[in-house]
């Protein structure tokens, strides 16, 4: 097990966020959250990360203690983050610098993933002169250079339009399979969460609670039952979204 979230529970503002949320990332697994907007996975994202304490319970990794502490897992948010003045491979280097890596070795280590990230020939350019679905593949390849064994990814793929969107889940898939990192992956887009996760946790409105568990790796589900799971889930959304407003 890489991470295990121990009933955690967190208010921000007054606000009742989470309630005892409880759930577990396996070795090379790749796990999706799924909830109502505004009930709190960002939140959780952001204790796992260690940038926020929880009220109650723990964040273990790799069977160790990491509640609160920063460091040892990549999270990448909605937005790519680049900085427009450097070019693309001087931003993908970033982590390794950080780290007290030379930026002369940084760039050559972070150049031999340029293909595998669709990113061959683009390293020179500058963010400005990409497209926001290759812009993304940057993002994802600095995050993956952060720390290559965990990645929290938060709706990377929210601001893409349908096709190109389309084209980065089924890259993210097939690259996933090639590498062995384990993955966190928040979206609202069902038909995302079926094709790219081995488990799906759907959240309750907030407070976020875990309502249903998802395992998709061990089941061949035909295109009826797809369709039949999709629909049930997205009734338990409307569902939660109603109780929200």
């Excluded at 983050?81 to 760039?107: E, Q, T």
């Amino acid at each position: 097990m890489k991470i295990e979230v121990n009933q955690i529970s967190k208010s921000l503002g007054g606000m009742h966020t989470l309630d005892e949320v409880s759930l577990n990332l396996n070795q090379g697994e790749f796990v999706v959250l799924i909830g109502p907007s505004g009930c709190g996975k960002s939140t959780l994202f952001n204790i796992i990360a260690g940038l926020i304490e929880p009220d109650q319970g723990s964040i273990s990794i790799d069977g160790q203690d990491w509640t609160g502490k920063t460091g040892r897992i990549s999270y990448m948010q909605q937005k790519d983050l680049l900085l427009p003045s450097r070019n693309i491979l001087d931003n993908v280097s970033i982590p390794l610098v950080l780290k007290g890596m030379s930026k002369k070795a940084a760039r050559e280590q972070a150049v031999a993933f340029l293909k595998d990230f669709g990113l061959e020939g683009f390293g020179n350019y500058y963010p400005r002169q990409l497209s926001g679905g290759m812009r993304q593949r940057a993002a994802l390849l600095r995050t993956y250079l952060q720390a290559s064994d965990i990645l929290l990814l938060d709706e990377p793929f929210a601001a893409l339009d349908a096709i190109s969107r389309r084209s980065m889940q089924i890259w993210l898939k097939e690259l996933s399979a090639r590498y062995t990192a384990s993955v966190l992956f928040i979206t609202h887009d069902i038909e995302e969460s079926l094709l790219l996760a081995d488990r799906i946790y759907l959240f309750t409105a907030r407070p976020a609670r875990v309502k249903m568990e998802i395992d998709l790796q061990n089941k061949d589900y035909d295109q009826m039952e797809r369709l039949q799971l999709k629909e049930e889930i997205l009734v338990i959304l409307e569902e939660e979204n109603r109780t929200q407003d």
